[in-house]
């Protein structure tokens, strides 16, 4: 049943994506150091497919993925998906981790924006407003004090590119006659599609294989049945059930808890920074969400 807010089990659902997320950045961190990072998501996208499809097929049940406009709608979001992989895996060999995390987590801010502007759907409150100015002020905190490595101008616009490509996939799927499909179905068009792109593309971008050992297959794993495979499926659930931009802001989470497992996995310092931004994108997230009071009807 589709809800005009974010409830409770919403939120914790949401809190708990934007975690897994957090810990999909420290696997990813351990995985590029062996597999060339474009040819890594294609990999993933490959595998999530094969998972998705030996998934049905073993409980004897199809997969629905549309004809006509259901079709050309998935092909669409597949092929943004590509670019959206392309761009960030790019973003994270070219700049570092921070300032590409700022950048991909600004992705809210397209969805509102698209959503007000370009759609028309989701109207940006003056509540909503202060809560994205506020969750990216928190955002920022809490990273600013991890970026000592070199920044790269391609890198940004990379992470830019990738953040806006997570917000189309986004309203392509809330939007688009892609929202008629379950979500296992929507998800599938995304791989099948970004697969073979980001495969063929992969060689244009250096050698393939970098220093291999079995920790990068194991990270290899993670990715397709846990993030992919359970994960993007269980997000796309929720997105089909909460509006598009409530259930966007909670991306902002994902690098505050980054910094958090920094500190946890890698020894990192631990500072009030963190404790200050976890503040502001808690406050960010309530404003964002808030409901807005119904007028009384006219007497």
Not at 230 to 245: E, H, M, N, R
Not at 253 to 259: D, E, M, N, T, Y
Not at 280 to 291: E, M, P, S, T
């Amino acid at each position: 049943m589709k809800k005009d807010h974010i409830d409770t089990f919403g939120a914790a659902a949401l809190i708990g994506f934007s975690l897994l997320l957090a810990v999909n950045q420290v696997v990813t961190k351990l995985t590029y150091t062996g597999i060339q990072p474009v040819f890594f998501a294609g990999i993933r996208s490959l595998g999530a497919a094969l998972c998705i499809w030996a998934f049905f097929r073993l409980r004897g049940r199809p997969i629905a993925l549309g004809r006509g406009r259901v079709a050309w709608a998935g092909a669409i979001c597949g092929v943004v998906f590509a670019v959206e992989f392309l761009a960030l895996f790019l973003a994270l060999d070219l700049t570092n981790v921070t300032r590409t995390s700022i950048l991909f987590y600004s992705m809210p801010v397209w969805t509102l924006l698209a959503g007000h502007f370009i759609l028309r759907t989701e109207r940006i409150s003056g509540s909503a407003a202060l809560g994205l100015l506020a969750a990216m002020a928190g955002v920022a905190l809490a990273l600013a004090e991890r970026g000592g490595q070199a920044a790269s101008l391609a890198g940004d616009l990379c992470a830019v590119g990738a953040g806006m490509g997570w917000a189309a996939t986004l309203l392509i799927a809330k939007h688009s006659a892609l929202r008629e499909l379950r979500p296992e179905g929507q998800l599938l068009w995304q791989v099948a599609v970004s697969a073979p792109i980001l495969l063929l593309l992969a060689p244009l971008f250096g050698p393939l294989i970098r220093d291999f050992a079995p920790i990068h297959l194991a990270g290899i794993g993670f990715q397709i049945v846990v993030v992919v495979s359970f994960g993007f499926i269980f997000w796309l659930w929720l997105l089909s059930i909460y509006p598009a931009g409530g259930v966007a802001s909670f991306s902002f989470l994902a690098p505050v808890f980054s910094v958090g497992l920094g500190w946890l996995v890698l020894g990192e310092r631990l500072t009030w920074r963190l404790f200050a931004a976890l503040a502001l994108v808690a406050l960010g997230i309530v404003l964002i969400n808030r409901r807005r009071p119904v007028p009384p009807p006219d007497a």
